[in-house]
């Protein structure tokens, strides 16, 4: 299964302000999926973040939001973002059946998203370097058990670099002047 920009959607659960000081990683994860986002964006691929009651855990990461210029934003209720009816009814309205998922907390509110989603027949790609936990362990299991259910794990270069498809266009020049150079939070890799 290959991914693909015009089946693409880009979800960021819960990666709030007031829940990311105790999660193990969300640094890590706020920087990948700002990465990430802002790829999609530069590629018209929509980007949802989701904000599980902002009241008591703050809205989402400023820097987050401040990557992401073009983001709809989703208040919800329910841990499965899929179970918000406005939320599913958007969803399906956008045609986009690829969606990948990443944000906080994997075990609880990533994780129950991604089986609603999946459980709805859309191809779900689980984000692992940006879906995190409190305890790694927990993100570790909501990770086994997504793919357990039918979702693939991938990581952002590997969604960045599926999307551009090819590089001999303007667009993968554009792309990868602006974004495709080392995360300062990870070393350079080689291929």
Do not use: N
Not at 63 to 69: C, G, W
Not at 87 to 96: E, K, Q, S, W, Y
């Amino acid at each position: 299964m290959r991914l693909k920009r015009e089946e693409s959607l880009l979800l960021i659960v819960d990666l709030q302000a007031g829940l990311l000081p105790v999660v193990d990683g969300g640094e890590q994860a706020v920087t990948e999926a700002a990465w990430l986002g802002g790829v999609a964006e530069a590629l018209a691929i929509p980007v949802w973040v989701t904000e599980q009651y902002p009241q008591g855990l703050g809205g989402s990461e400023p820097r987050l939001l401040a990557s992401l210029p073009s983001h709809k934003l989703w208040q919800k209720l329910h841990f499965d973002a899929h179970a918000e009816p406005d939320f599913a009814g958007a969803l399906a309205d956008t045609g986009r059946r690829q969606i990948i998922l990443c944000g906080s907390e994997a075990h609880i509110c990533v994780m129950q998203t991604g089986l609603g989603l999946l459980a709805a027949g859309y191809e779900v790609f689980w984000l692992s370097e940006a879906a995190v936990s409190r305890r790694a362990e927990e993100a570790q299991l909501a990770r086994e058990r997504m793919v357990h259910s039918g979702a693939i794990s991938v990581s952002a270069d590997m969604v960045a670099y599926e999307w551009l498809h090819r590089c001999d266009d303007d667009c993968f020049k554009d792309v990868h002047r602006r974004f495709l150079k080392p995360r300062s939070a990870r070393p350079l890799r080689f291929f």
